[in-house]
């Protein structure tokens, strides 16, 4: 263990770093800035790659691409960047892409008030994108669970395919505590998932695991992949079949 004295934005930095993320595309945003201030800081130093995008849809698209090339990914925005997000999140559910979404809430509506804390963002969470789908949410209360539900979300993305939501506040977001951090040898980190066959024997890329998760291959790895927003089959290309429409919107047990 070490101790350092962290706000809970930067112990989302460092929890997402040791969880393995290499790429972070983000948008300036209070309350949620110092996420990409301190990834942009350290990912450097760990060989990977920080972008600041136009805005926070392109910030949304940049990491699905990354996560597509077998990077673990995060972004970080409050409010009216999760509104922005919403269509992109939903595309990363449907074409099953791993990514970690970072709301540091604020009071809304609209710009609402940047500096001041909220918890209005639930219903959100749940259900902004249009449709059916489940989402994961995990919402920490301390500097410290910013830190372990960050390496959680991480876990959670990369094991069910699917983006993940971490839905903070202000108030943990800029409360500083002095935390003790676990190390490397004592964290519990998911890789990233492999195919299990070549092409050479039926490799099909949505095709389930024993877990209902499939494993599919990154970009530029030699195996052939359709990526869609459309309802899909195994092999990844469209389908109008209600059976397997209704297996999309039934999560694993």
Known sequence: ?????????????????AAG?????GYPITPS????????????KVGGTFIQMEDEIASMGVILGASLAGKKVLTASSGPGISLKQELIGYAAEAEIPAVIVNVQRVGPSTGQPTA????????????????????VLSPWSVREAFDL???????????RTPVILLMDEIVGHLRENVELPTADELE????RIPKKSRAEGYQPYAADDDLVPNVANFGEGYRIHVTGLIHDETGFPVGSPKVHGNFDSPPS
């Open 1 to 17: 263990m070490s101790a350092k004295l962290m706000q809970g934005n930067e112990a989302v930095a460092e929890g997402a770093l």
């Open 33 to 44: 800035t110092e996420i990409a201030e301190t990834m942009a800081k350290l990912l450097p």
């Open 117 to 136: 804390p909220s918890q209005g963002d639930v219903m959100q969470a749940r259900w902004g994108t249009h449709g059916d789908h489940p989402i994961i």
């Open 189 to 192: 980190i998911f890789p990233r």
């Open 21 to 25: 993320v290499r790429f972070f595309g």
């Open 150 to 160: 960050t390496v959680k979300s991480v876990n959670f993305a990369e094991k069910f």
